[in-house]
């Protein structure tokens, strides 16, 4: 039975018994987690931690599997899951006071990434550590009435409105991104 590659929308590649903690690797995963691949690749690079490295070589090894073994186009691919499995855990003794042994535990990890293909409408050069909106209004699409001398003009407030999704996911980031790389993180 001959399986048609045309069909195949998602990628998979595993990283085994990978040295790091799993909680240290959730928190680098969490950021590029539903994002392009050229942006989770841009965001791993530029973190401080030391977990991003066994991240970016699973993520190279579901685009590695993607381009080479179905012909995809590295652009479409987002990465759809990450998940973060324990592994086993190595226990190892270290001499403390009196003559007492302390047991040191030594944690691994499972990596899985799945990659899923998308058709993008648009293609945005803007890097994710961008905060600030974009401005394309312009002077001559909003002319400025200038008042007169000794006159104060009051500002029109505009209605509040709830946050977008998108605006939503953003701000989310932000956060995670102060609580990633905060000294206290709590």
């Known amino acids: 039975?001959?399986?048609?590659?045309?069909?195949?929308?998602?990628?998979?590649?595993?990283?085994?018994?990978?040295?790091?903690?799993?909680?240290?690797?959730?928190?680098?995963?969490d950021l590029v987690r539903q994002t392009p691949v050229d942006t989770a690749l841009e965001q791993l690079r530029f973190s401080s931690k030391?977990?991003?490295?066994?991240?970016?070589?699973?993520?190279?090894?579901a685009v590695a599997n993607a381009v080479h073994n179905f012909n995809m186009n590295k652009e479409n691919l987002f990465v759809k899951s990450i998940t973060i499995d324990q592994g086993p855990v190595f226990k190892r003794y270290a001499p403390?006071?009196?003559?007492?042994?302390?047991v040191e535990r030594k944690r691994t990890s499972h990596i899985n990434v799945i990659l899923e293909s998308r058709d993008i409408k648009h293609k945005t050069k803007r890097s994710i550590f961008s905060l600030r909106p974009r401005i394309v209004e312009t002077q001559a699409q909003h002319p400025v009435n200038e008042p007169k001398t000794g006159e104060v003009q009051a500002r029109p407030q505009a209605p509040k409105q709830a946050p977008k999704p998108r605006e939503r996911i953003k701000q989310n980031l932000v956060t995670l991104k102060r609580r990633l790389f905060n000294r206290k993180s709590g």
């Open 1 to 29: 039975m001959a399986i048609d590659k045309s069909k195949i929308t998602e990628f998979k590649a595993f990283a085994r018994y990978i040295h790091v903690s799993p909680r240290k690797l959730r928190l680098v995963a």
């Open 96 to 102: 403390r006071a009196q003559g007492r042994a302390f």
């Open 50 to 61: 030391n977990a991003a490295l066994p991240l970016t070589k699973a993520i190279n090894s």
